[in-house]
Nanobody, 118 residues
């Protein structure tokens, strides 16, 4: 079973930057959308940003203009560049890969902690 391996979380001050990376342990099926979700304490998991295999990108309103998602299709690796970080960005960030057409596919990473101090 394919696993997603994340890296790049950590502690940063308000206004700082971090870059998250996510790579699969094996091959992903074609037409798989990749992206990032986050979950803060006592809150539901929410979408941060996604990118399709064709390059269509979607951002949550709260990160638009500060975060940039990118993807290396050759490696099926997805990145999240986070700039101008705010305390409300503090959360566990999860990588996600999902194929919506048959045969469907979904995988999650183990999560990486991002903490922004004020």
């Amino acid at each position: 079973q394919v696993q997603l391996v994340e890296s790049g979380g950590g502690l940063v001050q308000t206004g700082g930057s971090l870059r998250l990376s996510c790579a699969p342990s094996g091959s992903l099926p074609g037409a798989t959308r990749m992206g990032w979700y986050r979950q803060a304490p006592e809150k539901q998991r929410e979408l941060v940003a996604t990118v399709t295999s064709g390059g269509i990108i979607n951002y949550a309103d709260s990160v638009q203009g500060r975060f940039t998602i990118s993807r290396d299709n050759a490696k099926n690796t997805v990145y999240l560049q986070m700039n101008n970080l705010k305390p409300e960005d503090t959360a566990v960030y999860y990588c996600n890969a999902r194929r919506f057409v048959t045969p469907t596919f979904v995988a999650w990473g183990q999560g990486t902690q991002v903490t922004v101090s004020s």
